[in-house]
């Protein structure tokens, strides 16, 4: 019980209802669980926070991951064999904007979190050279891009967000890593986690979890009373994604 005089929160006091639409918790095909102990590990994991619902967003990327529904379907189909009866779970991807995506919209391959929403990334070194045809042509496709963790982008990362403001401007919307709260990723990228929350550019927020060792993570972040203010309308954004 949390008392009428504590200050902070945890996170987790926020995720009641909350579907996870980041994560890496399908066995054997990303970076993320490599078995299906694995990933039953990790759902415990997010158990201990009171998530229970999730959409399984393994990386799509042609050069390491390219994965297609086949393949997605195939891990889904097994892990589901095994988790708990209270856990419920689904699959999209998490798709890197390059040619193999391209290749994706046009055979028709791509696979929405939720409506036409479609999770996209990009190289931590740079943006992709035709990034603007990319999101166009997922636009065109009739679908609606969600950029994965932008505040992990150091190339983005100007003094006015112009380059973020940009992104916007062209119909992406923006999902914040949780651990970018803390200085997981580096202090940098916890500051643009916190300016991008207080300009009211992040829509939603999500785990990117990988891994047990993320959860124990995100299980201990602890809020401030205005850094709650700031987290609570994105968390309840995230929730009506899946309402």
Known sequence: MISIFQKNKYLSDYLEGFTD?????LPGIDDGAATIQDSLDIIKEFGEIGVKNFVATPHVM????PNEPGTIKNALSILKKEIPENVAISASGEYMMDQFLIEQLENENVTPLVDKKVLVEMSYFQAPINLNEILFKLQNSSFQPILAHPERYAFFHTRDLAKYED??????TFQ??????TPHYGGNMQKVAYKLLETNMIDFISSDAHKV??????????????????IEPVIEKSKALFS
């Not at 639409?21 to 918790?25: C, K, L, R």
């Not at 914040?176 to 709260?181: A, I, K, P, Q």
């Open 167 to 172: 992104l916007k401007e062209r119909g992406c």
């Open 213 to 230: 060792a993320h959860l124990e993570k995100i299980k201990n972040i602890k809020l401030s009373k205005k850094q709650g203010k700031l």
């Open 21 to 25: 639409f980041h994560n890496h918790i």
């Open 62 to 65: 042609g050069e390491f991951y």
């Open 176 to 181: 914040l890593n949780m651990l970018s709260l």
